[in-house]
C-alpha cells in the first residue's frame, strides 16, 4: 500500500538558516507523483511543486529546492536562508496509479522559523 | 485575487442542525474537490466532481453530502452535524484531463473552520 512518511512533527530554526523537511514515501508503480503542499496559519493549501516518477532532476525556485532520490525513496525540500513567513505546517504527498491518482496524505512538518 | 473561495471562513452550528458550507471558483477548472481536515492532521478527500460526475470516497459517512449545480460553484451539506465533524473543511479544484485524476495542481481556498456546539 501507499505510504507516506513525514518523520519530522516539528522543526524550529532561527532566520536565514536552511532546513530540510524530509519525505520518505512507499509505492509498488512505477509511475507516480509527489508533491509538496504549504499551509500557512491563514488555513490554504499552496501548491509548491509536483514531481513524476520519470523526472529526478532536482528543482530550485528561489530559496526552494527539492531533491528527488528514487534509490531511497525520498524527495526533501530544503529551504536556504530561511525567513519568518516560511512559518507553516508542510506537507508531502504521493498519487499513484493503486489510488487512482487520489493524493495520499504525509502527517505534514510544522515549521517554525524564529526571528 | 483569490481563485477558490470558500464562504464563510468560519461556521458555527448546533449539534443536529443541517448546515452548508460553499465554495466558488474563477478558474473554470473541472474537478473540485471536498476535503476535511481535523486539527494537525493531513486533508481528507471526502468527495470530488469530475465534471459533472460525482465521486465518493468509500469511507465518507452518509451524513456528507456535495452539490455542484455548475462548473464555478460546489456545495458541502452536513446533514446532521455532529461534534466529531467540528474541523477545518477545505476546497480545492484541478484541470484534469483523462480518466485519472493527474492532480496536475490542485488549487485549495482557505478552508471554512466548522465549530458544532
Known sequence: ?115 | DAMVIQNPRYQVTQFGKPVTLSCSQTLNHNVMYWYQQKSSQAPKLLFHYYDKDFNNEADTPDNFQSRRPNTSFCFLDIRSPGLGDAAMYLCATSREVGTNLLNTEAFFGQGTRLTVV
Open chain 1, 1 to 115: 500500500a501507499q505510504k507516506v512518511t513525514q518523520a519530522q512533527t516539528e522543526i524550529s530554526v532561527v532566520e536565514k538558516e536552511d532546513v530540510t523537511l524530509d519525505c520518505v514515501y512507499e509505492t509498488r508503480d512505477t509511475t507516480y507523483y509527489l508533491f509538496w503542499y504549504k499551509q500557512p496559519p491563514s488555513g490554504e493549501l499552496v501548491f509548491l511543486i509536483r514531481r513524476n516518477s520519470f523526472d529526478e532532476q532536482n528543482e530550485i525556485s528561489g530559496r526552494y529546492s527539492w531533491n528527488f532520490q528514487k534509490s531511497t525513496s525520498s524527495f526533501n525540500f530544503t529551504i536556504t536562508a530561511s525567513q519568518v513567513v516560511d512559518s507553516a505546517v508542510y506537507f508531502c504527498a504521493l498519487s499513484d496509479v493503486d489510488s487512482n491518482y487520489q493524493l495520499i496524505w504525509g502527517a505534514g512538518t510544522k515549521l517554525i522559523i524564529k526571528p
